[in-house]
């Protein structure tokens, strides 16, 4: 089963950027579903962005407005979450998630798809 070990987070001021990773022991997850979620104080946890790779295509589907961005390095079994333009609203726990088999896109803002997950890594967007 593969396990997922975060890095990547820490503080920003507004408008700065941050590259979230999530690597994988264990097995590579190159055919892996892989999602990004996230959980601020007082909040439930909210869908980020998630990305699936089925009959040599990838299909990617996100919350936000454009400042958030997924890609993966088979090589290297990581999954990274690029996030620019940071803003306070963002500071959160953020957990990356490795599902399995081939859900449909709309199931990969569903946090039930996912059965591995990431320790999480503090983001702070602050001034």
């Known amino acids: 089963q593969v396990q997922l070990v975060q890095s990547g987070g820490g503080q920003v001021q507004p408008g700065g950027s941050l590259r979230l990773s999530c690597a994988a022991s264990g097995r590579t997850f190159s055919t892996l579903p892989m999602a990004w979620f996230r959980q601020a104080p007082g909040k439930e946890r909210e869908f980020v962005a998630a990305?699936?790779?089925?009959?040599?295509?990838?299909y990617t589907t996100y919350s936000g407005k454009g400042r958030f961005t997924v890609s993966r390095d088979n090589g290297k079994n990581t999954e990274y979450l690029q996030m620019n333009n940071l803003q306070p609203e963002d500071t959160a726990v953020y957990y990356c998630?490795?599902?399995?088999?081939?859900?449909?896109?709309?199931?990969?803002?569903?946090?039930?798809?996912?059965?591995?997950w990431g320790q999480g890594t503090q983001v702070t967007v602050s001034s």
């Open positions: 990305r699936k790779w089925t009959g040599g295509v990838t």
């Open positions: 998630a490795a599902g399995s088999g081939s859900p449909i896109v709309s199931a990969l803002r569903d946090a039930s798809t996912f059965d591995v």
